[in-house]
């Protein structure tokens, strides 16, 4: 259960469906009714833009105070070129597959989410992972970048000030829309901070993305983790480079690394000195010295929060003409 404490009181925030249903038991049909139109709903949204989720299933469904349900973990979604277009990935959990994918064969995905979608007025794109975004067009202007990150920790903030920590911060998990808006997707290692000074032991998220407190196996503050991740991913989408080579033989490399800073910032580039001052701050080596998400957010490169703009119409230019 995820609770948060905001303006001086206790609140729920949202649990996983499965945990409820483990809780308290079989549902009434009028309950359930509510929750699977909802559900319905939101597959065949995602399918009328040619989506398939591919990992439909009680653990990925949030439920919230208010009784709405949403999906979560984006992880194993694709793109449906037709209603004939065939998978051949095994995707998901067995309990919840279609018999086609436990054979083995090539199967349709949409059939496979159990929800054909109405194909009305024709193909757009609704979302891409930012990561591939930044792949196929490169390093991006700070403009933009700054304006992705205002969005990203405006969102971790809401989460943090509810006692909410990620823990798997990455750009894998950032939805980019073709309206130029940003969200975080992939909750799975999402947990509960009591207090600041609460700590984790679980190891999550990716190595190029973890912090170096985690990747030494200690004890961490999970807040403090997720503001190291941020920094990794406003360098990676400024620059078209990962900060730190994961592919080393051992995590002790990649923390001397990072207790080195030896990434650099191309000088093509010309990233000011106002961003790198405040990627650098993030990736503090010692979490008792970085800043908080609260503190993140006042950096000076993020002065733009006071005056939030949405950027040029470049990124849906560069939708517009791939999709």
């Known amino acids: 259960e995820e609770k948060g404490n905001l303006a001086g009181g206790k609140f729920f925030f949202f649990k996983f469906q499965l945990t409820y249903v483990q809780e308290n038991g079989a549902q009434s049909e009028r309950l359930t009714q509510n929750w699977m139109c909802q559900l319905i709903s939101a597959v065949r949204y995602m399918h009328m833009r040619w989506i398939a989720h591919r990992d439909l299933k009680l653990e990925n469904i949030l439920l919230f105070a208010d009784k709405s349900v949403k999906i979560a973990d984006f992880g194993f979604c694709r793109e449906v070129k037709s209603e004939a277009d065939m998978s051949f990935t095994f995707c998901g959990s ?26 009305a007025g024709g193909k757009f794109f609704f979302f891409k992972f930012q990561l591939t975004y930044v792949q196929e067009n490169g390093a991006q202007s700070e403009r933009l970048t700054q304006n992705w990150m205002c969005q990203l920790i405006s969102a971790v903030r809401y989460m943090h000030m509810r006692w909410i920590a990620h823990r798997d911060l990455k750009l894998e998990n950032i939805l980019l829309f073709a309206d130029k808006s940003v969200k975080i997707a992939d909750f799975g290692f999402c947990r509960e901070v009591k207090s600041e000074a609460d700590m984790s032991f679980t190891f999550c998220g990716s190595k190029a993305y973890s912090a170096p407190e985690i990747l030494l196996g200690r004890a ?77 957010m006042n950096l000076p490169w993020f002065d733009i929060m006071k005056t939030f703009r949405r950027p040029r119409n470049d990124v849906h230019d560069a939708f517009k003409q791939h999709y």
């Open 220 to 296: 961490y503050p999970p807040f403090k983790a997720d503001v190291w991740s941020l920094g990794v991913i406003a360098f990676v989408i400024v620059t078209n480079r990962m900060p730190f080579d994961e592919r080393v033989s051992s995590n002790t490399i990649i923390v001397n690394a990072q207790q080195e800073r030896s990434y650099h910032y191309p000088r093509n580039l010309m990233i000011s000195e106002a961003c790198q001052q405040t990627i650098d701050t993030m990736m503090t080596f010692d979490y008792e010295n970085r800043p908080n998400i609260h503190e993140a």
């Open 94 to 119: 067995k309990a919840y597959s279609a018999p086609e994918i436990l054979l083995g064969r090539a199967y349709p995905p949409f059939k496979a989410d159990e929800e054909k979608g109405n194909l």
